[in-house]
Structures are given as structure tokens and as C-alpha cells.
């Protein structure tokens, strides 16, 4: 039976490893039984559990080929397409598999990277320099929302997650319904009703505001989730997870971000 006591847990005459298990034949002497108290507690690293260190080696990991990819992108523009498409599959994949899996992980963080760096050098050609702006507000977003969170001054809870749940579904039917009329001609403006304004204010503002709020409690989640994850001791596998969470929110917010900067660039 399993037990929580270190000096138990860690001792090979309670595992299932019968070449490692102590057979007595009379009773310990006290050395014996010095030694097997003495021993210490196995540590999340060497029973394969999530912790804070190897998570985030797995989210710096990931973000790393991302941005490689993201520099390869930058100056094949036309990858970008084909590569948000195969990412989208790959991400699909990844939220309905049972298991974390290191290299679909992986595999998405240089598709999405593909596709980050084409579509930020195309905006760059529409407003020069918005890349960069766009850069600098999320990793300013991204620090904000974790230093809040670290010192507990915003927290996931059940009613601003339903509200969350709620603004999501309603900007995900906006954006079908705005790409719907782009794509059948209905608005003539390429970028659809986030080009126009209400009371004077342009839309692409309004949403760009809305859409920082949702990704910045996107976040919220995703240190909530690994906090809950380190905290119950879930398999070290699952930092691939988080890594996969983490960028999912990170790619949308730096293009959501992009996407707003560069329409009220176009607007000056």
C-alpha cells in the first residue's frame, strides 16, 4: 500500500522492484534501520511530477523553436497560410488527445512560428514598425498578468470564467460574421467592420481592448492550471500541456494586438 511517509516511500522494500527489494531474514539492527530513515524523500524530479523548474523548461523550449520558426517565416512571408492551417490541424490533434505529446508540442510551436513571422512581416508592410510595437505590448501584457497572479492580486474563479466562456463565444461568432462579409463582398473594407467606428471610437480599438482583457485572463488560467498541476502532483508530461496553453494565448494575443495596431495606423 502506498504511503506518504519519506522514509517508506523512498525505500525499495516498498516498491514493485523485486531486484531492488530488501529481503529480511531476521530482524534490522539499528544501522539498517539508520539507514532507511535516514534516506531522503524522493523529489518530484525523480518520480516524473510536474513541477515549476521542468515546466517552464518546456515552455521556454517551445517558445524558443517558435521564434527560430518565426525568423524563417519573417522572410518567407508566404508560409504563413499553409502554416496556420496545418497548425489549427495540429492543435486540434493536441486538444483532443488524451496524452501531452513533446513533439506535436514541438511540431505546432514551428508551424505557428511559421505563421507568426509571415503575417507580422505582411502588417509590416501595411504600417512599418508595427511588429515591434506589437512585440513590446505582449510581453508587457504578459509580465503584467503574471506579476498580479504571483502576488494573488487576480485569480481564476467560477464566475469571472463563466463570463470569460461567455465574450469568447461572442467574439468568435463576431469574427465568423465580419469574415463572412469580407469574403462575399458585403463590406468593402478590407478589414471588415473592425474598420469602422461607433460614437466616433474605431471598432478595432474597442476589440483590441476587449480582446487584451480575454487574453489576459486567458493567462490567468493557464498559471492556475500549472499551479493546480504542480500542487497535485500531475505527470511531468503534462508541462507539454501547459507549454501548448501558454502559446496558444500568447500567438492569439501578439496578433490580435498586431491586427488592431495596424488598423488604427491605417486610420491615421
Given at each position: 500500500?502506498?504511503?506518504?511517509?519519506?522514509?517508506?516511500?523512498?525505500?525499495?522494500?516498498?516498491?514493485?522492484?523485486?531486484?531492488?527489494?530488501?529481503?529480511?531474514?531476521?530482524?534490522?539492527?539499528?544501522?539498517?534501520?539508520?539507514?532507511?530513515?535516514?534516506?531522503?524523500?524522493?523529489?518530484?524530479?525523480?518520480?516524473?511530477?510536474?513541477?515549476?523548474?521542468?515546466?517552464?523548461?518546456?515552455?521556454?523550449?517551445?517558445?524558443?523553436?517558435?521564434?527560430?520558426?518565426?525568423?524563417?517565416?519573417?522572410?518567407?512571408?508566404?508560409?504563413?497560410?499553409?502554416?496556420?492551417?496545418?497548425?489549427?490541424?495540429?492543435?486540434?490533434?493536441?486538444?483532443f488527445k488524451k496524452k501531452p505529446s513533446a513533439p506535436l508540442t514541438l511540431a505546432y510551436a514551428a508551424?505557428?512560428?511559421?505563421?507568426?513571422?509571415g503575417i507580422s512581416a505582411i502588417f509590416e508592410q501595411i504600417a512599418p514598425g508595427v511588429a515591434t510595437?506589437?512585440?513590446?505590448?505582449?510581453?508587457?501584457?504578459?509580465?503584467?498578468?503574471?506579476?498580479?497572479?504571483?502576488?494573488?492580486?487576480?485569480?481564476?474563479?467560477?464566475?469571472?470564467?463563466?463570463?470569460?466562456?461567455?465574450?469568447?463565444?461572442?467574439?468568435?461568432?463576431?469574427?465568423?460574421?465580419?469574415?463572412?462579409?469580407?469574403?462575399?463582398?458585403?463590406?468593402?473594407?478590407?478589414?471588415?467592420?473592425?474598420?469602422?467606428?461607433?460614437f466616433g471610437i474605431p471598432v478595432a480599438l474597442l476589440l483590441g481592448v476587449l480582446v487584451i482583457l480575454?487574453?489576459?485572463?486567458?493567462?490567468?488560467?493557464?498559471?492556475?492550471?500549472?499551479?493546480?498541476?504542480?500542487?497535485?502532483?500531475?505527470?511531468?508530461?503534462?508541462?507539454?500541456?501547459?507549454?501548448?496553453?501558454?502559446?496558444?494565448?500568447?500567438?492569439?494575443?501578439?496578433?490580435?494586438?498586431?491586427?488592431?495596431?495596424?488598423?488604427?495606423?491605417?486610420?491615421?
Open positions: 500500500m502506498a504511503t506518504s511517509n519519506p522514509a517508506f516511500s523512498n525505500s525499495p522494500a516498498f516498491t514493485h522492484n523485486a531486484t531492488k527489494a530488501i529481503q529480511f531474514s531476521q530482524t534490522p539492527s539499528a544501522e539498517q534501520l539508520d539507514e532507511l530513515y535516514g534516506r531522503p524523500a524522493a523529489t518530484a524530479e525523480q518520480t516524473d511530477r510536474m513541477t515549476y523548474e521542468n515546466t517552464i523548461q518546456k515552455i521556454v523550449g517551445s517558445f524558443a523553436v517558435l521564434l527560430a520558426a518565426a525568423a524563417i517565416g519573417w522572410f518567407v512571408p508566404l508560409l504563413a497560410i499553409p502554416a496556420a492551417i496545418a497548425g489549427f490541424v495540429v492543435s486540434l490533434v493536441l486538444i508551424l505557428e512560428g511559421l505563421f507568426v513571422g510595437q506589437a512585440v513590446i505590448a505582449t510581453f508587457v501584457i504578459i509580465g503584467v498578468v503574471l506579476v498580479l497572479f504571483r502576488s494573488g492580486k487576480i485569480r481564476a474563479s467560477k464566475r469571472a470564467t463563466k463570463v470569460f466562456m461567455i465574450a469568447i463565444i461572442g467574439y468568435a461568432v463576431f469574427s465568423l460574421i465580419n469574415l463572412g462579409l469580407i469574403v462575399f463582398g458585403v463590406n468593402s473594407d478590407p478589414w471588415g467592420m473592425r474598420g469602422g467606428e461607433i480575454l487574453a489576459s485572463y486567458s493567462l490567468v488560467l493557464d498559471f492556475d492550471s500549472i499551479q493546480q498541476g504542480v500542487r497535485r502532483g500531475a505527470p511531468a508530461a503534462f508541462g507539454w500541456q501547459a507549454a501548448f496553453g501558454i502559446m496558444v494565448t500568447v500567438v492569439w494575443l501578439y496578433i490580435e494586438i498586431l491586427r488592431m495596431l495596424a488598423i488604427l495606423r491605417g486610420n491615421d
